[in-house]
């Protein structure tokens, strides 16, 4: 089993819909969640962290499952500018290091 | 904003070339990492370094591979003799602190192609 698995996507949407992300990984003892996302051929950009309660930025909802190992990311009201590859990212430790293990992303496409 | 920088964007060097990729985190940052990515596939963690010392390294990060803090600013990555699959874009990050929580930044990356 993968480490972090996602659906690779692409997913079309048309803009101002509403899109779901998910994301399982393997490790049951993960501590960390984080979402980027990246643009093509740039740098992973951090958009969330990921809290168990689940939380909110903006048009971003992020949800945490731990016992189904799951984690999601919503976009409400798609913009173009959302267009790009979402990463799910899982750091494996609770303290001491910091080393992120990335999923291979899903690809977005937001179209007029 | 305070990001991370790095140099060259761009390299391209012979197969059995060494090469350096440069890195200045974010100043009051105090660990170092580097991820690669080849085209088309997955961001994949080398190694994190805190304290002028290698933390954790992957298997990627084979003794080809080394990283050093020559100064206060800069963090370097250095492939002694780069080989074909060595080809791929070098994002280096920092974080400000070492626990699994902190978010982790990430500079723009170097393209290292090897002919």
């Known amino acids: 089993r993968k480490e972090v698995e996602q659906d690779p996507g692409p997913f079309n949407v048309p803009e101002g819909a509403t899109v779901a992300f998910n994301c399982t990984y393997s490790?049951?003892?993960?501590?960390?969640f984080f979402w980027y996302r990246q643009d093509c051929r740039k740098e992973p950009k951090l958009l969330m962290s990921?809290?168990?309660s689940g939380n909110e930025d903006g048009r971003f909802t992020a949800q945490l499952n731990r016992a189904s190992q799951y984690i999601s990311l919503l976009i409400r009201d798609s913009k173009l500018s959302d267009s790009a590859t979402y990463l799910c990212?899982?750091?494996?430790?609770?303290?001491?290091?910091?080393?992120?293990?990335f999923g291979a992303g899903t690809r977005l496409a937001v179209h007029p | 904003e305070p990001e991370v920088t790095q140099t060259p964007s761009h390299q391209v060097t012979q197969m059995g070339q060494e090469v350096i990729l440069r890195c200045v985190p974010i100043?009051?940052?105090?660990?170092f990492y580097w991820y690669r990515q080849i085209l088309g596939q997955k961001v994949e963690f080398l190694v994190s370094?805190?304290?002028?010392?290698?933390?954790?390294k992957s298997e990627i990060f084979d003794d080809q591979f080394s990283v050093e803090r020559p100064d206060g600013s800069n963090f370097t990555l250095k492939i002694r003799s780069t080989k074909l699959e060595d080809s791929a874009m070098y994002f280096c990050?920092?974080?400000?602190?070492?626990?699994?929580?902190?978010?982790?930044?990430f500079g723009p990356g170097t393209r290292l192609t090897v002919t």
């Open positions: 990212v899982v750091n494996p430790y609770s303290g001491g290091y910091n080393k992120l293990i």
């Open positions: 370094f805190y304290n002028n010392e290698i933390s954790e």
């Open positions: 490790n049951s003892a993960s501590q960390s």
């Open positions: 990921v809290y168990s």
């Open positions: 990050a920092s974080s400000e602190y070492g626990t699994g929580g902190v978010e982790q930044y």
């Open positions: 100043s009051n940052h105090l660990y």
